[in-house]
């Protein structure tokens, strides 16, 4: 909103109207008021949520301090939705077609997010909403911003071409001239770092453009659905998931400033994005917001997030590195979340394997998703290897450790640029 009327008045010389056109400037606006949003107004929503006694339901575990959780007002994901939407309308340019995609994303898993939660605390169904509705909602999300990059002849980009010398050294990175429709991402590690979906269609002739599309859009849809429910298994303890999503919106940042500036990805051998600058807007709001909400989630938590906060910074997080055409990187970057999901699928496949081989379950983690296992005394499993029988660390250490965890998973993501 903002943008176009200081375009506006810059086309009459206002003094310093012309301070919107810069990135900078209007990415720091965004991390100011999204920090100053979620910080005002947290206050204010927590105090309507215990009014309205909407408390998160807590079962007895044996966790060290869990009890005392019980009654914390959940669904304080309302909290970072309005702090990044706010600036994001502010201060972006609103007929940016991926911006477009990431407030879709932002409001579609809110309300995904809220149902969930209102299930559980207004219906008393602990289970919430149906995973088949979850799943769904998650597949149509997926469908909308693959369509939507398929489609849109904004959705560009600009392919990095190589200069080969006889010695197969790359001597210089020149980005094509023309913008272009295409299913390349970029993919770590490898020289050649273009990845195209077209190869896995290679089989199909005629159809292979078709083809290649539709592969892309189920990795879209893949890809959504587990980096948005990997968040959700993430968030149990103060902090964790706000953190984690924090530190992960610093590196996709990085990556989409680098995108969109043709001297940066000349220097980095990665596609030129057009448009893509905008997105620096949406992740300093993001960052912001999640780092505003960590003000009343930090140990010891006044607010829980719940789903609606979850799955919607777990799909946020998805659809801008998909956008940027580096979703290839998320398993590095969302380390984290791959990790306390692997957790959990490791956790019950185990169990039921032996539960049907021996007649009884046994468990490779004493609780899941990950963090659990660490705040359990007793040695087993990996824990015999990290710590001593009674050295269970406390919760807001559990959570700094993990934050330090992402932290190393960032850089290490923005460094594969260059390790080939």
């Keep these: 909103m903002l943008y176009d009327l200081f375009a506006y008045l810059d086309q009459i010389d206002f003094p310093g109207a012309g301070v919107f056109k810069y990135i900078s400037f209007r990415s720091g606006m965004a991390i100011m008021f999204a920090l100053l949003i979620s910080t005002m107004i947290g206050r204010r929503i927590i105090n309507k949520l215990q009014l309205m006694q909407i408390g998160e339901p807590v079962r007895d575990l044996g966790l060290e301090g869990q009890m005392s959780k019980k009654g914390t007002p959940t669904m304080g994901g309302i909290i970072i939705i309005i702090s990044i939407l706010a600036p994001v309308l502010l201060f972006a340019r609103l007929n940016n077609v991926y911006i477009l995609l990431m407030l879709i994303t932002t409001l579609w898993l809110g309300v995904l997010g809220f149902a969930d939660d209102y299930i559980k605390v207004f219906r008393k169904n602990k289970k919430g909403l149906r995973g088949k509705f979850k799943i769904v909602a ?136 057009p448009g893509a600058e905008e997105l620096v807007i949406f992740a300093a709001a993001f960052i912001g917001a999640t780092i505003g909400f960590l003000w009343y989630n930090s140990y010891p938590a006044q607010v829980f997030m719940g789903d609606t906060g979850s799955l919607t910074l777990g799909g946020i997080i998805a659809v801008y590195a998909v956008i940027i055409r580096k979703e290839l990187l998320i398993p590095i970057l969302c380390g984290i979340f791959l990790v306390e999901s692997l957790s959990v699928l490791i956790q019950v496949c185990y169990f039921k394997y032996t539960k049907s081989k021996y007649g009884e379950g046994r468990r490779v983690f004493k609780m899941t998703p990950l963090h659990h296992h660490f705040q359990r005394p007793g040695n087993a499993g990996i824990q015999a290897l990290i710590q001593r029988p009674y050295d269970v660390a406390p919760e807001s250490k559990l959570v700094i450790r993990f934050w330090l965890i992402g932290i190393i998973l960032a850089v290490l993501t923005i460094v594969t640029l260059k390790i080939r």
Excluded: C
């Design 138 to 273: 998650q597949v149509g999300l997926g469908l909308i911003v693959g369509m939507t990059l398929y489609l849109s002849p904004e959705a560009v980009i600009r392919e990095n071409l190589e200069v080969v010398n006889s010695e197969n050294r790359i001597e210089e990175v020149h980005i094509h001239p023309s913008e272009t429709k295409s299913t390349k991402t970029t993919i770590p590690f490898f020289k050649n770092n273009n990845f195209d979906y077209a190869w896995l269609a290679s089989w199909a002739g005629k159809w292979k453009g078709t083809v290649t599309w539709f592969f892309f859009i189920l990795s879209v849809i893949f890809i959504v659905t587990a980096v948005s429910n990997g968040a959700n298994l993430t968030d149990g303890l103060d902090g964790l998931a706000a953190g984690s999503s924090a530190i992960m919106g610093v590196a996709l940042g990085i990556l989409a400033y680098m995108s969109s500036h043709i001297e940066f990805a000349s220097f980095l051998n990665i596609m030129f994005l």
